[in-house]
Protein backbone atom coordinates (compact mmCIF):
# COMPACT_ATOMS: atom_id res chain seq x y z
CA UNK A 1 0.00 0.00 0.00
CA UNK A 2 1.03 3.59 -1.28
CA UNK A 3 1.81 6.33 1.37
CA UNK A 4 2.22 9.89 0.35
CA UNK A 5 4.39 12.61 1.79
CA UNK A 6 6.30 15.55 1.47
CA UNK A 7 9.46 16.55 2.20
CA UNK A 8 9.64 20.29 3.35
CA UNK A 9 13.35 22.02 2.72
CA UNK A 10 15.11 24.95 1.86
CA UNK A 11 17.71 27.74 3.60
CA UNK A 12 17.52 28.64 6.90
CA UNK A 13 14.92 31.54 7.68
CA UNK A 14 12.89 29.92 4.43
CA UNK A 15 9.87 29.47 6.96
CA UNK A 16 10.03 25.61 6.58
CA UNK A 17 8.44 24.94 10.04
CA UNK A 18 6.11 27.89 9.62
CA UNK A 19 4.89 26.24 6.27
CA UNK A 20 4.67 22.57 8.13
CA UNK A 21 2.25 24.36 10.84
CA UNK A 22 -0.12 26.01 8.30
CA UNK A 23 -0.22 23.25 6.25
CA UNK A 24 -1.38 20.91 9.27
CA UNK A 25 -3.82 23.50 10.13
CA UNK A 26 -5.17 23.93 6.47
CA UNK A 27 -5.42 19.86 6.62
CA UNK A 28 -7.37 19.38 9.68
CA UNK A 29 -9.66 22.42 9.22
CA UNK A 30 -10.25 19.73 6.00
CA UNK A 31 -10.52 16.82 7.80
CA UNK A 32 -7.31 15.11 5.98
CA UNK A 33 -4.91 12.81 8.15
CA UNK A 34 -1.64 14.07 8.26
CA UNK A 35 1.82 13.11 10.51
CA UNK A 36 4.32 15.72 10.97
CA UNK A 37 7.84 14.48 11.19
CA UNK A 38 10.83 16.97 12.45
CA UNK A 39 14.05 15.94 11.06
CA UNK A 40 15.73 19.20 12.48
CA UNK A 41 17.76 18.16 15.38
CA UNK A 42 18.34 21.45 16.45
CA UNK A 43 14.65 22.29 16.21
CA UNK A 44 12.89 23.38 19.93
CA UNK A 45 9.81 25.45 19.46
CA UNK A 46 6.42 23.81 17.68
CA UNK A 47 3.33 25.04 16.71
CA UNK A 48 2.00 21.74 16.04
CA UNK A 49 3.77 19.03 18.44
CA UNK A 50 5.45 16.36 16.02
CA UNK A 51 4.42 12.41 15.80
CA UNK A 52 7.92 11.71 15.07
CA UNK A 53 10.88 13.81 16.22
CA UNK A 54 14.37 13.13 15.34
CA UNK A 55 15.63 14.39 18.83
CA UNK A 56 14.56 11.21 20.69
CA UNK A 57 16.79 9.39 18.58
CA UNK A 58 19.65 12.49 18.67
CA UNK A 59 20.22 16.07 18.89
CA UNK A 60 22.65 18.56 17.41
CA UNK A 61 23.29 19.66 21.23
CA UNK A 62 24.31 16.82 22.53
CA UNK A 63 26.43 16.12 19.41
CA UNK A 64 28.22 19.51 19.77
CA UNK A 65 28.80 19.08 23.17
CA UNK A 66 29.89 15.42 23.71
CA UNK A 67 32.11 15.16 20.14
CA UNK A 68 33.23 18.96 19.85
CA UNK A 69 31.91 19.46 16.57
CA UNK A 70 30.71 22.53 15.16
CA UNK A 71 26.67 23.25 14.08
CA UNK A 72 27.18 22.10 10.15
CA UNK A 73 29.80 19.03 11.17
CA UNK A 74 27.19 18.34 14.08
CA UNK A 75 24.48 18.03 12.05
CA UNK A 76 26.21 16.11 9.54
CA UNK A 77 26.91 13.60 11.90
CA UNK A 78 23.03 13.55 13.08
CA UNK A 79 22.01 12.59 9.88
CA UNK A 80 24.69 9.65 9.45
CA UNK A 81 23.14 8.30 12.83
CA UNK A 82 19.91 8.45 11.50
CA UNK A 83 20.66 6.60 7.86
CA UNK A 84 22.44 3.99 10.95
CA UNK A 85 19.15 3.48 12.55
CA UNK A 86 16.53 4.01 9.70
CA UNK A 87 14.46 1.51 12.15
CA UNK A 88 13.58 5.04 13.80
CA UNK A 89 11.58 6.36 10.82
CA UNK A 90 10.01 2.76 9.54
CA UNK A 91 8.89 1.51 12.32
CA UNK A 92 7.09 5.10 13.02
CA UNK A 93 6.00 5.72 9.16
CA UNK A 94 5.15 1.86 8.38
CA UNK A 95 1.57 1.24 10.20
CA UNK A 96 0.06 4.36 8.16
CA UNK A 97 -2.52 4.54 5.68
CA UNK A 98 -2.43 5.89 2.51
CA UNK A 99 -5.05 8.63 3.86
CA UNK A 100 -1.98 10.11 5.62
CA UNK A 101 -0.27 13.12 4.49
CA UNK A 102 3.26 12.34 6.00
CA UNK A 103 4.63 16.02 6.43
CA UNK A 104 8.79 15.95 6.83
CA UNK A 105 10.26 18.84 7.95
CA UNK A 106 14.05 19.09 7.19
CA UNK A 107 16.78 21.58 8.63
CA UNK A 108 17.55 24.78 6.77
CA UNK A 109 21.67 23.83 5.79
CA UNK A 110 21.78 23.49 2.07
CA UNK A 111 25.22 21.32 2.19
CA UNK A 112 22.60 18.18 2.58
CA UNK A 113 20.59 19.32 -0.78
CA UNK A 114 23.85 20.12 -2.95
CA UNK A 115 26.57 18.05 -2.53
CA UNK A 116 26.27 15.55 0.42
CA UNK A 117 24.78 11.88 -0.42
CA UNK A 118 23.14 11.38 2.82
CA UNK A 119 19.61 13.07 1.56
CA UNK A 120 19.68 11.48 -1.72
CA UNK A 121 20.06 7.61 0.39
CA UNK A 122 17.19 9.04 2.89
CA UNK A 123 15.27 9.25 -0.02
CA UNK A 124 15.87 6.37 -1.90
CA UNK A 125 15.02 4.66 1.86
CA UNK A 126 11.35 6.45 1.88
CA UNK A 127 10.40 5.65 -1.28
CA UNK A 128 12.07 2.52 -2.10
CA UNK A 129 8.88 -0.20 -3.27
CA UNK A 130 8.40 -3.07 -1.03
CA UNK A 131 9.49 -0.96 2.01
CA UNK A 132 7.80 2.00 2.80
CA UNK A 133 7.11 2.79 -0.70
CA UNK A 134 6.31 5.98 0.34
CA UNK A 135 5.30 8.55 -3.35
CA UNK A 136 7.43 11.60 -2.35
CA UNK A 137 7.38 14.89 -3.34
CA UNK A 138 10.06 18.30 -2.55
CA UNK A 139 9.36 21.70 -1.57
CA UNK A 140 12.31 23.80 -1.68
CA UNK A 141 11.26 27.13 -0.04
CA UNK A 142 12.95 30.42 -1.17
CA UNK A 143 11.98 33.13 0.62
CA UNK A 144 10.63 36.11 -1.36
CA UNK A 145 12.78 38.59 -0.82
CA UNK A 146 15.83 37.60 -2.43
CA UNK A 147 13.85 38.93 -5.77
CA UNK A 148 15.14 42.41 -4.42
CA UNK A 149 18.55 41.07 -4.69
CA UNK A 150 18.53 39.53 -8.05
CA UNK A 151 22.31 38.16 -7.47
CA UNK A 152 21.07 36.51 -4.41
CA UNK A 153 17.87 35.08 -5.94
CA UNK A 154 19.93 33.28 -8.70
CA UNK A 155 21.82 31.96 -5.96
CA UNK A 156 19.01 30.22 -4.39
CA UNK A 157 17.74 29.15 -7.55
CA UNK A 158 20.61 27.47 -8.57
CA UNK A 159 20.32 25.59 -4.74
CA UNK A 160 16.93 24.61 -5.86
CA UNK A 161 17.82 22.91 -8.93
CA UNK A 162 20.64 21.01 -7.12
CA UNK A 163 18.48 19.86 -4.58
CA UNK A 164 16.10 18.81 -7.66
CA UNK A 165 18.72 17.11 -9.58
CA UNK A 166 20.36 15.66 -6.57
CA UNK A 167 16.56 13.68 -4.61
CA UNK A 168 14.90 12.74 -8.31
CA UNK A 169 11.66 13.20 -7.04
CA UNK A 170 8.51 15.21 -8.32
CA UNK A 171 9.71 18.80 -6.84
CA UNK A 172 7.74 21.91 -5.71
CA UNK A 173 10.04 25.15 -5.60
CA UNK A 174 8.20 27.74 -3.07
CA UNK A 175 8.59 31.57 -2.77
CA UNK A 176 7.88 31.85 0.64
CA UNK A 177 6.79 34.80 2.88
CA UNK A 178 5.33 37.14 -0.22
CA UNK A 179 3.26 39.13 2.16
CA UNK A 180 7.13 41.06 2.72
CA UNK A 181 7.18 41.76 -0.34
CA UNK A 182 3.70 43.45 -0.93
CA UNK A 183 4.30 47.10 -2.20
CA UNK A 184 7.86 46.87 -2.92
CA UNK A 185 7.95 44.76 -6.01
CA UNK A 186 4.99 44.99 -8.93
CA UNK A 187 2.97 42.10 -9.40
CA UNK A 188 3.84 42.44 -13.55
CA UNK A 189 7.19 42.15 -12.02
CA UNK A 190 7.30 39.63 -9.80
CA UNK A 191 5.43 37.39 -12.10
CA UNK A 192 8.52 37.33 -14.12
CA UNK A 193 10.37 35.52 -11.28
CA UNK A 194 8.16 32.69 -11.11
CA UNK A 195 9.85 31.35 -14.74
CA UNK A 196 13.15 32.85 -14.25
CA UNK A 197 15.36 33.30 -16.79
CA UNK A 198 18.89 35.23 -17.61
CA UNK A 199 16.75 38.41 -18.89
CA UNK A 200 16.14 39.29 -15.17
CA UNK A 201 19.51 40.13 -15.24
CA UNK A 202 19.78 42.34 -18.23
CA UNK A 203 17.91 45.90 -16.07
CA UNK A 204 19.36 44.80 -12.98
CA UNK A 205 20.34 48.32 -11.36
CA UNK A 206 23.25 47.00 -9.55
CA UNK A 207 24.87 45.41 -12.67
CA UNK A 208 23.96 47.14 -15.53
CA UNK A 209 26.05 49.59 -17.24
CA UNK A 210 29.53 48.37 -15.33
CA UNK A 211 32.63 49.27 -16.98
CA UNK A 212 35.73 47.22 -16.14
CA UNK A 213 38.40 49.03 -14.72
CA UNK A 214 40.43 46.23 -13.69
CA UNK A 215 40.84 43.88 -11.09
CA UNK A 216 39.51 44.97 -7.66
CA UNK A 217 41.01 45.25 -4.57
CA UNK A 218 39.70 41.26 -2.90
CA UNK A 219 39.26 42.75 0.90
CA UNK A 220 36.84 45.58 -0.83
CA UNK A 221 33.73 43.65 -0.17
CA UNK A 222 31.44 46.39 -2.23
CA UNK A 223 33.93 46.87 -4.84
CA UNK A 224 34.00 43.21 -5.56
CA UNK A 225 29.77 43.02 -5.43
CA UNK A 226 29.66 45.94 -8.23
CA UNK A 227 32.34 44.72 -10.41
CA UNK A 228 32.18 43.44 -13.70
CA UNK A 229 33.48 40.00 -12.57
CA UNK A 230 30.64 39.65 -10.42
CA UNK A 231 28.31 40.51 -13.51
CA UNK A 232 29.89 37.98 -15.16
CA UNK A 233 29.48 35.35 -12.59
CA UNK A 234 25.96 35.81 -12.38
CA UNK A 235 25.29 35.66 -15.91
CA UNK A 236 26.73 32.75 -15.75
CA UNK A 237 24.60 31.27 -13.15
CA UNK A 238 21.45 32.73 -15.04
CA UNK A 239 22.62 30.83 -18.02
CA UNK A 240 23.07 27.78 -16.61
CA UNK A 241 19.38 27.79 -14.87
CA UNK A 242 18.52 28.99 -17.77
CA UNK A 243 19.47 26.05 -19.87
CA UNK A 244 18.12 23.36 -17.86
CA UNK A 245 14.99 25.36 -17.73
CA UNK A 246 13.97 23.15 -14.15
CA UNK A 247 12.83 26.12 -12.15
CA UNK A 248 9.60 27.61 -11.59
CA UNK A 249 7.82 28.71 -8.46
CA UNK A 250 4.58 29.06 -7.03
CA UNK A 251 3.41 32.04 -4.22
CA UNK A 252 2.91 31.51 -0.89
CA UNK A 253 1.50 33.73 1.81
CA UNK A 254 0.67 31.33 4.93
CA UNK A 255 -1.19 33.82 6.28
CA UNK A 256 -3.63 33.38 3.66
CA UNK A 257 -5.69 29.99 3.42
CA UNK A 258 -6.44 29.91 -0.09
CA UNK A 259 -2.52 30.31 -1.02
CA UNK A 260 -1.64 27.52 1.45
CA UNK A 261 -4.65 25.40 -0.09
CA UNK A 262 -3.27 25.94 -3.60
CA UNK A 263 0.27 24.80 -2.82
CA UNK A 264 -1.35 21.49 -1.52
CA UNK A 265 -3.21 21.07 -4.84
CA UNK A 266 0.39 21.32 -6.45
CA UNK A 267 1.86 18.72 -3.94
CA UNK A 268 -1.32 16.23 -4.16
CA UNK A 269 -1.08 16.36 -8.19
CA UNK A 270 2.96 15.78 -7.83
CA UNK A 271 2.50 12.43 -5.41
CA UNK A 272 -0.97 11.30 -6.99
CA UNK A 273 -3.28 11.24 -3.87
CA UNK A 274 -6.53 11.76 -5.24
CA UNK A 275 -5.76 8.79 -7.48
CA UNK A 276 -5.40 6.35 -4.92
CA UNK A 277 -8.45 7.26 -2.49
CA UNK A 278 -11.18 5.18 -2.42
CA UNK A 279 -14.30 6.55 -3.61
CA UNK A 280 -16.82 7.64 -0.79
CA UNK A 281 -20.37 6.35 -0.73
CA UNK A 282 -22.88 8.86 0.18
CA UNK A 283 -24.25 8.97 3.38
CA UNK A 284 -27.00 6.32 4.31
CA UNK A 285 -28.42 9.28 6.72
CA UNK A 286 -28.79 11.46 3.81
CA UNK A 287 -32.34 11.15 1.78
CA UNK A 288 -31.99 13.95 -0.92
CA UNK A 289 -36.04 12.48 -2.42
CA UNK A 290 -39.17 10.82 -0.93
CA UNK A 291 -40.46 7.68 -1.95
CA UNK A 292 -42.49 9.56 -4.51
CA UNK A 293 -39.50 10.66 -6.21
CA UNK A 294 -39.37 14.18 -5.53
CA UNK A 295 -37.75 16.53 -3.09
Same mark, same amino acid.
Given at each position: ?11 ? $? ?30 ? !? ?44 ? !? ?37 ? $? ?11 ? !? ?69 ? $? ?45 ? $? ?34
Amino acid at each position: MSKFGVLVMGPA $GAGKSTFCSSLITHLRNNRRSCFYVNLDPAAE !EFAHEPDLDIKDLISLEDVMEEMGLGPNGGLIYCFEFLMENLDFLT !EALDPLTEEYLIIIDMPGQIELYTHIPILPALVRHLTRT $GALDISLCAAYLL !EATFVVDRAKFFAGTLSAMSAMIMLEVPHVNILSKMDLVKGQVGKRELKRFLDPDSSLLDDDEMTAGIEDD $GPADPTDNAAMMRGSSFKRLNKAVAGLIDSFSMVSYLKLDVQDEDSV $GSILSYIDDAIQYHESQEPKEPSDEVELYGEDGFE
